[in-house]
């Protein structure tokens, strides 16, 4: 085995000598992948193409030892670290460029207790893996719409689904996490124990340790309404009011989002998903005037199992295409706020690219806002642009689209935005995360990151910064 050269925080290259790697080699159940390996690019590869970040040393952990062992080589040698758990973050944080990546992805352990209704999942796993498991047992928790996403990452910045107006937020569901501090300490964070730092971890992202393992109080969930309305993209400004009055009075039950979307034949329209956590009967009743309105091009909407709801969205979202986001929750969803976005919406260069309107209700909102890390409980619907497109080369007008959309809604932004949806620091600004975070907030996770991460081992996320670091 050859030395190597490895990044460290300051920036400055480390050589590795041949026998430290091969003692970290021998001390992981997972293995580990150099630049050149079999398996090497296939473990660096993240949803977003645009991302092509090649670490020094992949360390693919197998359980909690691997993730100390890995951890202990990178405050030892003062390694510059990135953690990749379902690796959909757009900004690529979970892949370094010439550091140590710790991949948790092969850890894929879920436990299931029926009856006491709770499930302990692994920091590997994905949303489609974490529902087949549950709903054998016919039961659920709020988790990602695309189920390729991993549960960790969308976890631990707050996580939207649709449950969330019955049950809350993915963090609102969590009875306990297991996390490796940065001086390597296993520590189990909940309600009991170390009350501060499940109190970060539930929206304060991958800043205090690594997790690696979540348990989550589950629900009985489905078959369940779910689906799709279509309407033309000429009519979207009186079927958007028509949708806001109508979700203002609708039950917890009802989970909604609008997005501005190009169809298979290439016309652009405004599709309503909706997902009816109850009986289906009810959900009937309750969705006949949403149905009815327009009327809509097309009604997809019927009973399904939760798990198919889970993947309605999955054929928009294939890994491998280039990916540029953009979003900020909004004051409300006036006229001319929709005015803009279909203006824009007809200049989009790629038909792959799409802006969602998510709607946040119910029991979300009834979290009282000091109980997590996770702000922005008030608002009503986040504004999500998502560019999509194939070809590389294309970058400067897909990203010049999101980046002009973005800012025309500008006037129509609270100011506030969701972690989980965060580009790059470089591109979205320091003051992004401030405003992800809040103002209020965001002292009192400086203070936690000082107790938990001073030397900022964990950087390489929506980062807050230790004082002294
Ligand atoms: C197609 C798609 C659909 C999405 N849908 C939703 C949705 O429905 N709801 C929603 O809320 N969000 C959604 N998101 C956003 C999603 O929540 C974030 O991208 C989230 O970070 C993904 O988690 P991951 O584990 O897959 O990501 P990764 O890229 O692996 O991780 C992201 C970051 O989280 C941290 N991290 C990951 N695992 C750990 C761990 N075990 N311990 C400590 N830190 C860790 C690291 O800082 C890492 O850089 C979606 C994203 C995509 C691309």
Not at 352 to 366: C, P
Request: charged share 20%.
């Amino acid at each position: 085995m050859p030395n190597i050269e490895i990044a460290t925080t300051t920036g400055r290259m480390l050589v590795l000598n041949a026998k430290a790697i091969e003692q970290f080699h021998t001390g992981l159940r997972g293995g580990h992948l150099l630049r050149g390996d079999g398996g090497y690019d296939a473990a660096r590869k993240i949803y977003n193409a645009m991302i092509d970040h090649q670490p020094a040393i992949i360390a693919r952990c197998a359980g909690a030892t691997d993730v100390i062992s890995a951890i202990n080589l990178a405050r030892n040698n003062g390694l510059l670290v990135s953690v990749r758990g379902g690796g959909h973050n757009v900004s690529g944080n979970a892949v370094c460029d010439g550091g140590l990546m710790i991949d948790l992805s092969p850890m894929k352990s879920v436990r299931v207790d029926p009856q006491g209704k709770t499930v302990r999942a692994e920091a590997g796993v994905t949303w489609g893996e974490f529902d087949r498991e549950t709903q054998a047992f016919g039961l659920a928790t709020t988790g990602g719409l695309v189920s390729t996403t991993g549960i960790a990452g969308l976890t631990l910045g707050g996580g939207l689904g649709w449950l969330m107006g019955k049950y809350g937020l993915a963090c609102d569901n969590l009875i306990s996490v297991d996390v490796l501090t940065a001086d390597g300490r296993l520590l189990t964070a909940s309600k009991s124990r170390n009350e501060d730092l499940f109190w970060g971890l539930r929206g304060g992202g991958g800043n205090f340790g690594i997790a690696t393992s979540f348990e989550f109080q589950l629900h009985p969930v489905g078959p369940m309404l779910g689906g799709i309305l279509i309407h033309r993209l000429d009519k979207a400004a009186e079927i958007i009011r028509f949708y806001d009055d109508f979700t203002r009075t609708s039950p917890d039950e009802l989970g909604t989002f609008v997005a501005f979307v190009t169809s298979p034949e290439g016309e652009r329209v405004v599709a309503i998903f909706v997902c009816y956590n109850g009986a289906v009967e009810e959900g009937q009743r309750i969705l006949k005037p949403l149905r009815e309105f327009g009327p809509p091009l097309a009604d997809m909407i019927g009973p399904m199992p939760y798990v198919q709801v889970q993947r309605m969205m999955d054929d928009g979202f294939p890994a491998g295409r280039q990916n540029y986001w953009k979003s900020n929750f909004l004051k409300g969803l006036d006229s001319e706020a929709i005015e803009v976005i279909v203006d824009h919406v007809a200049q989009v260069p790629s038909p792959y690219s799409a802006v969602a309107i998510e709607q946040f209700s119910g029991a979300v909102n009834r979290v009282r806002m000091d109980a997590t890390a996770f702000n922005h409980r008030n608002a009503r619907y986040n504004l999500l642009i998502v560019g999509i497109w194939l070809d590389p080369a294309a970058k400067a007008e897909n990203v010049k689209w999101v980046r002009d959309l973005w800012c025309a809604m500008e006037p129509f932004s609270s100011g506030g935005v969701y972690v989980n949806y965060l580009g790059q620091e470089a591109d979205e600004g320091a003051d992004r995360i401030k405003s992800a975070y809040g103002p209020e907030k965001y002292a009192r996770l400086v203070a936690l990151k000082e107790k938990y991460d001073p030397a900022n081992l964990f950087r390489l996320n929506q980062n807050i910064r230790p004082r002294a670091g």
